[in-house]
């Protein structure tokens, strides 16, 4: 089994394309009155006009990305003002962030195999290998 797409919920279109497209990098292919189909890398992200109400809590969207490219994103979201909603502190470089709609999301460098060799390092509280 694999994500085949995620879905976000967007009150102006036009606003959440500039940002997805212009601001994060990612392909815009096709739009229309109520939706827009991009990719970041492989992913499959789809755009739905509607009222959005995004979670309050921990639940967030991460997307991978070099160091270098980071970087210049993280940069490049200050810059357009964007909102931190969290400071990183965990194995590998993050920015979290949300979207026009209030949708949490991350950047993130790093994987679940550097992520699971910080752990054997320095494991989380009931930690259960499996």
Known sequence: MDINHITFSVADLSASIAFYRD??????????????????GE???CLSVGVPQPANDYSHVAFSIGEEELYELRTKL?????TEWKQNSSEGDSIYFLDPNGHRL????????????????LPYKGLVWC
């Open 78 to 82: 200050r810059n357009a003002g964007i």
């Open 106 to 121: 991350e950047l993130h460098c790093g994987t679940l195999v550097t992520r699971l060799a910080e752990l054997e390092k």
């Open 23 to 40: 601001l994060l990098g990612m392909r815009l292919h096709v739009f229309w009155d109520t939706g827009a189909y991009l990719t970041a």
């Open 43 to 45: 992913t499959w992200i």
